[in-house]
């Protein structure tokens, strides 16, 4: 079987830990992702103002794109979002503050075109990404042939040849008070029973927010420079059930949670250039470094055997620290007159260079091997954004985005837990390229104005309930959403 050799694999790396923590690939890049979010302006024009600038939000993208500034501008956003039918008890739509901030402008006073025009200075607060998803799944193609049970044997099996049990393995094996969820005829030990149905929900909730302070210069109206300072929180959850029935006539139940918190910082630089001083053509760079984050996790499960409780386990709050990838951005924008702006937008980053340590700052064996994992899981991840504006009458603007966000997956991810770890969740789900198509108006008003955004995200994806055998078939999933979004501004 693939799958016994990958837990051979790793009980070969962790066995000699001692202590086993929950994180893996999969959380590596739910940790490193962003949504499209900020202004209602700044979504509808599916964020590619990393060149254009004079939006709030683009602090957190381009930090130059604030220089364009010529007045004070002050602004609130939030929005509703809806994910499809909820999960696990929890709603399918959330209300969300998506944004708040303000920026000053200082009037240089340079009479001359040449040498500095204007300083300004901003603090925005703004979700970098709203965690609320929801999947309800009738497990495909098990064909009474595959089960969740033959991987937690194979664990049991390693478990009782290390004398070590981690909390799956605990909780599955038959004692006075554990599991039984498993064959125990076999002369060579656990076995597990094949299934002739499943059934699996989950739901995940949370946000990581940011607040980015932001400081920018505009030199001759020809070259802008601006840096943030990000500070970031999260507080992601998730709850699962996964439901079997064997072909023996057994079914078991095992709900799972999981939560995760922390706080985190990292710099973001930007440069805009009008390469040709008499025209609106521009470009810009820019450069965040990796967020360092400072974690915080527990976990737990409960089990029953047709449909009796058998037992339950909880991991206490453990500390580690996540480091997400290098981004690197590169964005062209161009205005006709007053009522027309076009940008495109082209970012990167490498997942597979995310990286978890202790609290010390050092990897231990288990990290290390996780980060090797991450390596061989996931990968650079391109995001293209494209946006336009028209202003039919200077009051009235409307606006059109579309984002393309590659897989962050390798075709051939997968996840494996250690037969001595807390993990208790076996599924995964390998995410394709995600498509934002977004629309919006805005109408003016002397200082002040009003913006209006939709957001539809579509993304489908191979779900797995369990890592079994090389012949067993994904279910097809998506993880499409909806958005709608409203800012209010001033401009002073």
């Known amino acids: 079987m693939k799958a016994f050799g990958k837990y051979f694999l790793l009980g070969v790396l962790v066995g000699t830990v001692g202590t086993s923590y929950a994180q893996d690939s999969f959380d590596a890049q739910t940790m490193a992702n962003s949504d499209l979010n900020g202004t209602a302006r700044f979504v509808s024009m599916g964020g590619a103002l990393g060149a254009l600038g004079g939006d709030i939000s683009v602090m957190s993208t381009n930090p130059a794109g604030t220089a364009m500034y010529r007045k004070s501008d002050a602004a609130i956003s939030v929005s509703e979002l809806f994910s499809g039918k909820g999960a696990m008890d929890h709603d399918g739509y959330r209300f969300s503050l998506d944004q708040g901030g303000i920026l000053i402008a200082f009037d240089m006073d340079n009479p001359s075109s040449k040498g500095l025009q204007f300083v300004n200075f901003g603090v925005n607060y703004q979700k970098k990404r709203n965690f609320l998803s929801n999947q309800l799944t009738n497990v495909k193609n098990l064909n009474n042939t595959f089960s969740q049970t033959f991987q937690i044997a194979d664990l049991c099996n390693y478990a009782y040849a290390n004398d070590y049990w981690g909390t799956m393995a605990d909780m599955s094996a038959s004692s006075d008070s554990h599991g039984g969820i498993l064959d125990e005829s076999a002369d060579y030990g656990y076995a597990g029973i094949p299934a002739s149905d499943a059934y699996y929900e989950k739901a995940t909730y949370g946000a990581n927010v940011q607040a980015d302070v932001n400081l920018s210069f505009n030199v001759s109206d ?46 973001k630089l930007g440069f805009i250039c009008r390469p040709i001083e008499d025209s609106p053509f521009r470009f810009g760079v820019s450069v965040h470094t990796p967020i360092w984050y400072r974690m915080t996790d527990a976990n737990g499960a409960t089990l029953y055997l047709n449909d009796d409780y058998v037992t339950s386990a909880v991991n206490e709050d453990y500390d580690y620290h996540y480091r997400s990838p290098w981004t690197f951005g590169v964005s062209l924008g161009h205005t006709v007159g007053t009522n027309f702006a076009i940008g495109a937008e082209y970012e990167f980053q490498d997942l597979s260079s995310a990286k978890y340590s202790d609290v010390d700052g050092y990897s231990s064996n288990y990290f290390r091997n996780v980060n090797d994992i991450t390596k061989k ?66 109408y003016r008003y002397k200082g002040g104005y009003f913006d209006l955004a939709y957001q539809y995200q579509a993304q489908n994806g191979d779900f797995y309930a369990f890592d079994n055998d090389v012949d067993f078939l994904p279910t097809k999933i998506n993880a499409n959403r909806s958005q709608i979004m409203a800012t209010l501004g001033f401009r002073f």
């Open 222 to 267: 020809q070259f802008f420079f601006g840096a943030s300072i990000g500070v970031y929180d999260i507080d992601y959850k998730r709850e699962s059930f996964y439901q079997e029935l064997g072909t023996d006539g057994s079914s078991y139940d095992f709900s799972n949670w999981y939560e995760t918190g922390g706080d985190g910082f990292d710099v």
């Open 377 to 442: 899981t996931l990968k650079g991840q391109h995001t293209i954004k494209i946006g336009a504006e028209y202003k039919p009458i200077d009051a009235l603007s409307l606006r059109v985005g579309y984002n393309f966000v590659s897989s962050p997956f390798k075709s051939d991810a997968y996840r494996t837990i250690g037969y001595d770890g807390i993990y208790t969740e076996t599924d995964w789900t390998n995410w394709k390229a995600i498509n934002r198509f977004t629309v919006g108006l805005g």
